[in-house]
């Protein structure tokens, strides 16, 4: 039972802060849908993250192997997204 009340408190404090970001930006006509998206997705990466920690997802074997991928994958991320924008510059 805690689990999933940790589980709705993150989807309660995330969809407010979302609602709330999108309402006082879009007044001053400083967002765009792929920022919401983007905001989103990391937000939703950070919760995943905390609360696989919490109710242990993924068993021990692979989440050492799986956390070392997903460091390597956003790192290579990070460094096509500089490429791009340093490129359209």
Do not use: H
Not at 7 to 28: D, F, K, Y
Not at 31 to 40: A, K, S, Y
């Amino acid at each position: 039972m805690q689990n999933l009340t940790l589980v709705m408190i993150a989807l309660i404090v995330g969809t407010s802060a979302v609602v709330a970001t999108v309402v006082v930006l879009e007044r001053r006509g400083r967002i765009t849908p792929l920022q919401v998206m983007l905001g989103l997705a990391i937000g939703a990466v950070g919760a995943f993250f905390v609360l696989v920690s919490r109710i242990d997802l993924v068993p021990d074997g692979p989440e050492d192997g799986l956390q070392r991928l997903f460091v390597v994958l956003v790192t290579i991320g990070a460094v096509l997204g500089t490429w791009y924008r340093i490129a359209r510059a």
